[in-house]
């Protein structure tokens, strides 16, 4: 499996150099989202990582996910957003869907390179996701979803939707059933595309369900299973978020690490001077802390340990704060160079930052890792 991964890794490192990083600038400064590389990253397998080895997948190997997300994030996060999102949507299926739905579902997704969202969040639900109010009301065989999810990513281009929706109001965690949602279903729209501060290239837009109609084969799992469901690809997905960060964070070291040996001041660049020394070795001391955090997490996961929410948590947690800091620091290494567009480094400190936001913000995460710690 090692050998496996390195692979992975080699294949990821080059994509990323050769097609990925040449078009980063323009993706951001345009915000046109790249189907160009969503065909490239079907052509090497990327947007079925997670589907069964059948459908040129890992089996769920959450390891190997992580390192495709992280070496396309050095170069561009809006980028690795489409492999992170894709995962993300696929996970219900996994995870609650019969054999029948995992087959006919992984078949569209690595034959047609068909991406998919995870339409979750609503207006009442963000943090408290228990607090979603779309509904899906039973009628006969079929059921009828209303309702209102707010910045799901790859909403209006994904073909395929996992939605959470309440169906037995009346019974507490088991209120929850997942489906899976078809683009061109009557009663499925989009609101406006988002304008965001970074990953200007992904998109996100609400999801609007108004008398939706699904069959009963659009249900994932038992009705009752969405809480669950959702839950559990949260857990997993979160260490893929910290990948992310990891990703984010590196590229933003490299390039202020160049920077530093060729900018000169006072005689010599400014990486003889060990306040600019200090502030790498800061940078890369938690770049590295939250890589060896990420690839516990996920080894964890893959190894089908118990309990993984409390280290799950963790390494999102810690990734994304290293982003965010990481990040900034490389725009204050660059000085005036860094808070102008011409450099990298201000777009990966805009991109950090929403890794602190979602997939639970991190006041969430800091919550769930107290409530592990704590419980009796
Ligand atoms: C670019 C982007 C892409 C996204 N993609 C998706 C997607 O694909 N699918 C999807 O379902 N969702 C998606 N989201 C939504 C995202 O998961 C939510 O924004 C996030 O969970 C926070 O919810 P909220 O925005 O409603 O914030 P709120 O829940 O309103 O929280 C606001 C602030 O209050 C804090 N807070 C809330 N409750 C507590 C508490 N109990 N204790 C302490 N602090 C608290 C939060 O941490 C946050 O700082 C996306 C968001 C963004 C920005």
């Known amino acids: 499996m090692e050998k496996e991964r390195q692979m992975i890794r080699t294949v990821a490192e080059k994509t990323a150099q050769r097609i ?29 990582l997670l589907l069964p080895e059948q459908f040129g997948g890992t089996n769920g190997d959450l390891t190997s ?52 969202a995870f339409a979750l969040s609503d207006e009442e639900g963000g943090a408290e996701i228990s607090s979603i109010k779309t509904e899906a009301e039973k009628q006969g065989e079929d059921y009828l979803i209303n309702g209102h999810k707010c910045f799901v990513t790859h909403a209006s281009i994904a073909k395929f939707y996992s939605v959470f929706a309440v169906t037995r109001p009346e019974r507490g965690a088991e209120r929850i059933s997942a489906f899976v949602v078809e683009e ?45 469901i ?48 200090f502030m790498i070795a800061d940078m890369a001391t938690q770049v590295e802390a939250a890589r060896e955090l990420v690839y516990q997490a996920a080894a964890q996961i ?42 990298p480094v201000e777009r990966m400190m805009r991109d950090a930052k929403v890794t602190q936001i979602y997939e639970g913000a991190n006041q969430i995460q800091r919550w769930l890792i107290a409530q592990q710690l704590l419980k009796r």
Not at 76 to 104: E, N, R
Not at 311 to 338: C, M, R, W
């Open 230 to 277: 959702a839950m559990d690809a949260i857990n997993l997905s979160r260490p893929a978020m910290g990948a992310q960060a990891v990703g984010i964070a590196q590229g933003a070291l490299d390039f202020a690490i160049h920077y530093a040996n060729e900018r000169i001041q006072f005689g010599k660049p400014i990486s003889s001077f060990q306040a600019i020394q």
């Open 184 to 228: 061109g279903t009557p009663g499925l729209s989009f609101g406006p595309r988002e304008e965001k501060i970074g990953m200007r290239g992904s998109v996100a837009t609400d999801v609007i369900f108004k008398n939706c109609r699904v069959f009963q084969e659009n249900l994932l799992g038992e009705e009752g299973e969405g809480w669950k």
């Open 302 to 343: 893959d190894a089908k340990i118990e309990d993984t929410e409390k280290l799950s948590a963790i390494s999102k947690y810690f990734a994304s704060e290293t982003a965010i800091k990481v990040t900034t620091d490389a725009v204050q290494i660059l000085g005036g160079y860094g808070y102008m567009k011409d450099y």
């Open 65 to 116: 996910f992580c390192i495709v997300v992280e070496e396309i994030a050095k170069v561009c996060g809006s980028s690795s957003l489409i492999i992170l999102a894709q995962g993300v949507g696929t996970l219900p299926i996994l995870l609650g869907g019969s054999p029948s739905q995992k087959d006919f579902y992984s078949t569209e997704i690595s034959e047609k390179n068909s991406l998919t």
């Open 20 to 48: 990925v990083q040449p078009r980063a600038a323009k993706i951001d400064a345009t915000g046109e989202f790249p189907w160009d590389l969503v065909e490239a990253f079907g052509k090497q397998g990327f947007l079925s």
